[in-house]
């Protein structure tokens, strides 16, 4: 039982080939996330996506409950602190593209090439040093860092109703390796 303790133990600590090509992180988007925080009863849900073998990402969003209609969103990098703070917008201004706009509820899902001008802010690809592919790096970074948020705009918060930072978070075959190290050594310490 003590080998295969170690074993599946050890098992987490060597990433898959999956893990390493998509890496997945959620945001939380809400009013109190904002800065300064406000009291919207807006609520929203982003998952962002990126495959570090073709470069792609997707960015799906899911909001409710804002308080007027939208007006823009975006992911906004690098904060100074990790999970605090501003920064400047990142990806496409005003807005992604195809975003829902004007309205208090919505959907949306759209994939893009990191290694495209396009799917930056211009003055973010200066400010990492005037290249996509420093840009590139400068993002994944914030991301990796916690430093990167998405926010939704509207028209009654300008500057943002509702954000989240954007939080790593484990693939599920990490998950059930994790659970089965656990059962194990919790059926060793039940003998």
Not at 33 to 55: D, H, K, L, M
Not at 57 to 62: R, S, Y
Not at 146 to 170: K, W
Request: aromatic share 6%; proline share 7%.
């Amino acid at each position: 039982m003590k080998v295969l303790t170690m074993l599946l133990t050890s098992a987490l600590l060597v990433p898959s080939v999956a893990s390493a090509a998509t890496l997945t992180y959620i945001a939380i988007l809400s009013g109190p996330n904002e800065s300064p925080a406000n009291t919207s009863p807006g609520t929203g849900r982003g998952v962002i996506t990126i495959n570090t073998t073709t470069n792609m990402m997707e960015v799906a969003v899911q909001f409710s409950g804002l308080t007027s209609p939208t007006t823009a969103s975006h992911i906004h990098c690098c904060t100074m602190t990790p999970f605090a703070g501003t920064a400047a917008v990142a990806t496409q201004t005003p807005t992604f593209p195809g975003f829902p706009l004007g309205v208090t509820t919505g959907v949306y899902d759209q994939t893009f090439d990191l290694t495209l001008a396009s799917t930056y802010n211009t003055s973010f690809v200066t400010a990492s040093g005037a290249s996509v592919s420093a840009a590139e790096s400068t993002f994944l970074a914030g991301i990796a860092a916690g430093d990167t948020y998405l926010n939704i705009h509207t028209s009654a918060f300008p500057s943002g109703e509702i954000r989240g930072f954007l939080v790593p978070t484990p693939e599920p075959a990490t998950v059930l390796l994790a659970g089965a190290a656990l059962s194990a050594m919790l059926l060793r310490r039940r003998r």
